[in-house]
């Protein structure tokens, strides 16, 4: 294999300790033909930009981009992937720690399985680098597709620092729509729309958990205390929790995101349905009596804890909210 491939990471106001380990362990890795493409979003603490400037002059292989202004954390990757020409792209955290062949094994398995997205597992670690969770796939439900799935049209498949993709991916995901809430997720769509997906059930890096997270790793237990905490724990507070942080942010949101960009009239008639779904359940207010929907949008390998959950989330709120109220 001699395939040039791109790692895109995105900084602002980055951990220092975290940045260096991570790009360290990019720097490391056992594949070679790489480039570190790094854009940092206008960070406010100089220390962040001296480092990433000691870094590329140290290595070759790192271009650095400074932003005048703060694009966003969508809007910093859609850079990034404009300025990258590989064949192959990988999506990076700042604050991960990549094993030393997670390049080398995720091309290694696209180019076997000739598939335009392959998305890998991990292990979850604390701020003090300490491992909290030994299989992200199974802690977090994570739904597993082999070629082409629904799943990937009603779900996010696979968080963005485990994935790699081709370049037809990511020129199908340009320019980013206004509609457009991850890039992870439309990657993941257009893929299952081109040649599709595939995953490596092994860890292949290690996904940092701490207070500053941006999207992903907490669990429902989790986000919803945050919530309580800061909204109360009302019935009324509950409705709007589920709508807003699940219902709207986590799957409406998606479903419309991937109509924008759908290029085939099935998944286009599936993405209507879904999207109607989706607004009947947030006009339930005690039950939703429509289940078999459930299962014909949302179910499927690895995900029979979530899929508990989200039924009663979505079609039992009043229970849910009992148990909201824990």
Not at 3 to 12: N, S
Not at 83 to 107: P, Q, R, T
Not at 240 to 254: F, H, P, S, T
């Amino acid at each position: 294999m001699d395939k040039k491939i791109d790692i895109l990471l995105t900084t602002y106001n980055s951990n220092l300790d975290f940045l260096k380990e991570q790009i360290d362990s990019i720097l490391t890795q056992s594949y070679k033909n790489i480039s570190l493409l790094i854009s940092d979003d206008n960070s406010s603490n100089p220390k962040v930009i001296d480092l990433l400037k000691e870094y590329e002059k140290k290595d070759k292989r790192i271009k650095l981009y400074l932003q005048e202004k703060n694009l966003g954390y969508n809007k910093n990757f859609e850079f990034l992937l404009k300025c990258s020409g590989a064949d192959y792209i990988m999506f990076c955290d700042h604050d991960d720690i990549w094993n030393s062949d997670k390049v080398e094994k995720s091309l290694k398995k696209m180019l076997e399985e000739k598939v335009d997205l392959v998305y890998c597992n991990a292990e979850q670690i604390n701020e003090k680098g300490e491992i909290i969770q030994k299989n992200y796939f199974k802690y977090k439900n994570v739904p597993l597709i082999n070629k082409k799935s629904h799943l990937a049209i009603s779900r996010c498949i696979g968080i963005g620092c485990s994935q790699i993709i081709t370049k037809d991916v990511k020129n199908k995901m340009l320019p980013f729509l206004n509609s457009v809430i991850a890039h992870d997720w439309l990657a993941s769509f257009i893929a299952n729309e081109n040649k599709g997906i595939t995953y490596i059930k092994e860890p292949l890096f290690k996904y940092r958990l701490h207070t500053s997270n941006v999207f992903g790793g907490r669990s429902l237990a989790q986000n919803l205390s945050r919530w309580k905490e800061e909204n109360g724990t009302s019935y009324k507070s509950y409705l709007k929790y589920r709508k807003e942080k699940v219902i709207d942010k986590a799957y409406l949101d998606g479903a419309k995101m991937c109509l924008d960009y759908s290029k085939n009239e099935e998944d286009k008639g599936f993405l209507k349905k879904l999207i109607n779904y989706y607004e009947n359940l947030e006009k339930s207010k005690y039950i939703n009596f429509h289940i078999i929907r459930y299962f014909k949008f949302l179910a499927g390998k690895n995900l029979f804890k979530k899929m508990v959950k989200e039924i009663v989330i979505f079609h039992f709120p009043l229970i849910g909210y009992i148990i909201f109220r824990k």
